[in-house]
C-alpha cells in the first residue's frame, strides 16, 4: 500500500525558511513522479514544485522560483521541499504528491498535507 507522510510544517515569520519532508513507503518510486502542491484558505490547490520521473528535471511555479527547492535522497523513498524567503502568501496546506503512469492514464497518491503558516 502506497504511503506519503509529510513533516515539517508550522509557524515561521516572513522572509524565515522552512524545510517539508515526505516520507514514501509501499512501492518503488524512481519512475514516479514527485511533487510537492499547496492549498491556501479560500485558493484552489496549485503545483508548488514537480520531479519528474526518474528524478532529474524540475519544474517549480511562478510564485516559488528561485526561493523553493524539491529534491530526494539517495534512496527515493523522501523528497524535501526546501523553502526560504518565505511570505505570507506562501500559507497553506502542503500536500505530497506521487504520480504512477499507468495504461490509459496515472494515479494519484497523496498525503494528508502539513501546514505552513507565514506570520508576524
Known amino acids: 500500500q502506497v504511503q506519503l507522510v509529510e513533516s515539517g510544517g508550522g509557524l515561521v515569520q516572513p522572509g524565515g525558511s522552512l524545510r517539508l519532508s515526505c516520507a514514501a513507503s509501499?512501492?518503488?518510486?524512481?519512475?514516479?513522479?514527485m511533487g510537492w502542491y499547496r492549498q491556501a484558505p479560500g485558493q484552489e490547490r496549485e503545483l508548488v514544485a514537480l520531479?519528474?520521473?526518474?528524478?532529474?528535471?524540475?519544474v517549480y511555479a511562478d510564485s516559488v522560483k528561485d526561493r523553493f527547492t524539491i529534491s530526494r535522497n539517495k534512496a527515493f523513498d523522501t523528497v524535501y521541499l526546501q523553502m526560504n524567503s518565505l511570505k505570507p502568501e506562501d500559507t497553506a496546506v502542503y500536500y505530497c504528491?506521487?504520480?504512477?503512469?499507468?495504461?490509459?492514464?496515472?494515479?494519484?497518491?497523496w498525503g494528508k498535507g502539513t501546514l505552513v503558516t507565514v506570520s508576524s
Open positions: 509501499g512501492s518503488r518510486f524512481t519512475m514516479y513522479a
Open positions: 504528491n506521487s504520480r504512477r503512469p499507468l495504461v490509459g492514464g496515472s494515479e494519484d497518491y
Open positions: 520531479m519528474r520521473p526518474g528524478g532529474g528535471n524540475t
